[in-house]
């Protein structure tokens, strides 16, 4: 096989990018009155060669989001992962969940019991607890995993009675929207769900993250309480699907 060569050149931008979102990113959370601090930056690393990765984690990127475990199986060796938490934001198969368990530090994309028992019986049996979010299908897409907030309750109530799993909070991708405006609703949506849930103070349930924005919005969901954002191209690039 012939050696992969990265472009310098992308590298370079791939730096001047994640610079550029981290500052923005800053500036979001100092607009909307909030500590800096309280909120993440998520790379999304799906589709990308560890070359492009690695110079943005030797920066200090702590915090790295694949959505398909083979590929994340696949090149999880050649990065420089020493302090950086990774988690798992795809849609995730329960015949997947072995592989990861005990491996990443979070799996923001669960959205159904049944994902939540393999997660619960895999994390016993190796004897960690595994922390997730709960995926919310805020637009009520076909096209998008998740359950709609009103099926929350009924959901997390089923989740905290499991052993070796803890919700820490919720995650969404909102519909793909002309406006700005009308994306920022669907956040606020998410953020007074958040509320409400925490409030609720169920047993084995933080509402502790509220993970949302992407490249084209984050700025927004920083507005409406996001506190991890899960950028990917504004950071490395569009992407090539192989
Ligand atoms: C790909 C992906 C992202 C990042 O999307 P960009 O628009 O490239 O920033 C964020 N969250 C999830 C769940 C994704 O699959």
Redesign the pocket.
């Known amino acids: 096989m012939e050696r992969f060569i990265p472009d310098e050149g992308r590298i370079q931008s791939t730096i001047d990018n994640y610079k550029r979102v981290r500052n923005d990113v800053f500036e979001a959370a100092v607009k909307a009155g909030r500590d800096p601090k309280d909120v993440r930056l998520?790379c999304?690393t799906?589709t990308v060669e560890a070359e492009y990765i690695n110079p943005v984690l030797d920066l200090g990127a702590d915090l790295i989001?694949e959505?398909r475990v083979q590929e994340y199986m696949g090149k999880k060796d050649a990065l420089h992962l020493d302090g950086v938490e990774k988690h798992i934001?795809?849609h995730l198969q329960t015949n997947k969940v072995k592989y990861i368990v005990g491996d990443v530090d979070m799996i923001?994309?669960v959205d159904s019991v049944k994902l939540a028992k393999e997660i619960s019986k895999e994390s016993v049996k190796r004897d960690v607890t595994t922390n997730v979010l709960v995926e919310v299908n805020v637009g009520k897409e076909d096209s998008k995993s998740g359950i709609y907030i009103e099926q929350l309750e009924e959901l997390l109530a089923q989740i905290s009675v499991l052993e070796g799993i803890r919700v820490k909070g919720l995650?969404t991708?909102p519909p793909i929207c002309e406006d700005i405006t009308q994306v920022r609703k669907y956040f606020e949506q998410m953020h007074r769900a958040f509320v409400d849930m925490g409030a609720k103070g169920m047993p084995n349930i933080d509402m502790d993250i509220l993970s949302m924005g992407?490249?084209?919005d984050?700025e927004a969901a920083v507005l409406e309480g996001s506190n991890i954002v899960?950028?990917?191209?504004?950071?490395?690039g569009a992407?090539k699907y192989f």
């Not at 899960?230 to 490395?236: P, Y």
């Open positions: 998520m999304v799906k989001g959505n934001i795809g923001e994309s995650m991708i992407m490249s084209g984050y899960r950028v990917g191209s504004a950071i490395f992407r």
